[in-house]
């Protein structure tokens, strides 16, 4: 491996790079800058050149050679002197997984929503919010999955999501505000909810019934149903949703598995906290989930 940042040059296709955040500068210096251009490559499902990188017009030419001789020498990415293209280094892989180890709530969740799985053979998901959007933790497919958007390690729209929906219900009302102003509110299909007055009705039906669904919103053809994962105050510290297709089940389907859906949401909640979750009725909290219920 060759870490250095040696042999880099412009040529070689040009394609801009999709997906980087829309934070175009901020007040963090260097190391604020370096995270920018570690988060545009990280966030690719391919290796990418510099030329894509400076193509995107975030960078001068000579700020951006610097920045990524830096993250290639200290590891964070790796450049490939024969493609010519960089991708993220095994020191971060690594950080990333100790990060998700220890302060995710992924681990604790993933042998519930492996039970969850299985038990219903649907594709589920464990999620929280970053900044008003959804952040995909993990993820177990279906015994016959379907092509869909989502994937661990993705951020999606909180608004016209099943899981994004559970959570900003309950929000304490001025983390709402804010996650609300985040919201961009396009159009994803004929479904999606387009402003924060019919979001909000929404958010006040699934606190009453302690669920959500994505009705085709964000993508056609897929629906889900979601529950929160919350703490003793009520506030949502994730979500686990189960997706499927329309040409498999119904929305009509999908509302029989709330009970279930929220049974391990609990269960996942009294396993985070078992001194503060809510609590799930006849449960003996913090037991191994030895069956989905």
Known sequence: MNRTATG????????????????????????????????????????????????????????????????????????????????????????????????????????????????????????????????YLDKRNAAKPIRMFSDAGKVGPAYCTGGGKAMLAFLPEPALDAALRAQAFASYTPQTLTSATALRDELAHIRAAGLSFDREEHEPGIICIAAPIRAATGEALGAISVTTSTLQNTLEDLSTLGPDLQDTARDISAALHPWSAEPRKGADHGRHPDKCH
Do not use: C
Not at 48 to 55: G, I, K, Q, T
Not at 65 to 83: C, F, I, K, P, V
Not at 121 to 130: E, I, S, W, Y
């Open 8 to 135: 880099m040059d412009d040529a070689g296709h040009t394609t801009r790079v999709d997906g980087m955040s829309a934070n175009t500068g901020h007040s963090d210096g260097t190391v604020g800058k370096a995270l920018d251009v570690l988060e545009a490559v990280a966030v690719q499902d391919r290796p990418v050149r510099f030329s894509d990188l400076l193509s995107s017009g975030r960078w001068p030419k000579a700020t951006l050679y610097r920045l990524l001789q830096t993250l290639t020498n200290q590891g964070m990415l790796h450049y490939d002197d024969e493609t010519g293209t960089y991708a993220p280094g095994l020191r971060l892989v690594q950080l990333a997984h100790r990060a998700w180890n220890t302060t995710s709530i992924a681990p604790v969740a993933r042998p519930y929503i492996d039970q969850l799985s299985a038990h219903l053979g649907k594709t589920v998901h464990l999620a929280t919010l970053d900044h008003g959007q959804v952040l």
